[in-house]
């Protein structure tokens, strides 16, 4: 029992140094940066901003910036799922991912689904009906079927339904 009370000091501890390296490194990048306190560019229609402050990372769990002038209005407020990723001199990255959008055209539209035609061409087919709507799930997906190929044949002879 002391010892694993005895290694989760330890460990605490370790974390504890590897996290005040980290604050001290900051510091010392800090102190070094020189230039304007903001500077904001627009190239090619994005907004370029430039913003000094502290950084804190924990864990790989949780990061925050903090500016050193916060301003209400500085930049354009947002929440977007990212990608972060550090190098080995303590560099961050963060890249935002985007989230996928439909790129298929609406060809019908059913109680339980959709006939659609992708962007690479090709005709899909989507339905989805949920146990808790207390139908009978195969007759209805037997009919929303029989629905699409009718609206697939109109949609190739005549264009649209």
């Known amino acids: ?75 354009s407020a947002f929440r977007s799922r990212c990608i972060m990723q550090q190098a080995s001199d303590g560099t961050i990255d963060v890249t935002v991912k985007d989230f996928p959008r439909s790129q298929s055209r609406l060809i019908k539209k059913f109680a339980h689904g959709r006939v659609s035609e992708t962007k690479d061409g090709g005709i899909q087919i989507f339905l989805k009906v949920f146990k808790s709507e207390r139908i009978n799930i195969a007759l209805t997906m037997k009919k929303e079927s029989r629905e699409a190929v009718e609206a697939i044949e109109d949609f190739l002879l005549y264009g649209s339904c």
Not at 10 to 22: D, E, G, I, L
């Open 1 to 75: 029992m002391k010892n694993l009370n005895k290694n989760k000091i330890m460990k605490k501890n370790q974390n504890n140094q590897m996290n005040a390296a980290f604050v001290q490194q900051m510091n010392d990048n800090h102190q070094q940066m020189s230039g304007t306190r903001q500077q904001m560019n627009d190239i090619q229609g994005c907004e370029h901003v430039q913003v000094e402050g502290m950084a804190f990372y924990d864990n790989r769990k949780y990061f925050m910036f903090s500016p050193d002038d916060p301003k209400p209005g500085q930049v």
